[in-house]
């Protein structure tokens, strides 16, 4: 097995590295349960609703 610990004199910056390795590995899925809470979802729908107001107001401009 090789020697994972690094020589007396040079210490890791980032500390523990499986430590870190495990907040890394955690952090993005913290932030994906929070975006699908609904918020996304929200902006499509108001976003059909405007695409769908400006359609009815350049059909209604164009046939007066």
Same mark, same amino acid.
Do not use: C, K, Y
């Given at each position: 097995?090789?020697?994972?610990?690094? /020589? +007396? #004199?040079?210490?890791? /910056? @980032?500390?523990? *590295? +499986?430590? $870190?390795?495990? $907040?890394?590995?955690?952090?993005?899925? =913290?932030? +994906? *349960?929070?975006? *699908? !809470? =609904?918020?996304?979802?929200? #902006?499509?729908? %108001? =976003?059909?609703?405007?695409?769908? @107001?400006?359609?009815?107001? %350049? @059909?209604?401009?164009?046939? !007066?």
């Amino acid at each position: 097995m090789a020697n994972n610990q690094a /020589p +007396q #004199g040079n210490h890791d /910056p @980032a500390g523990n *590295t +499986q430590m $870190f390795r495990a $907040f890394v590995d955690e952090a993005p899925q =913290g932030r +994906q *349960t929070a975006a *699908t !809470s =609904g918020g996304p979802r929200i #902006g499509v729908v %108001v =976003g059909v609703i405007v695409a769908v @107001a400006i359609i009815a107001g %350049v @059909a209604w401009l164009a046939l !007066s």
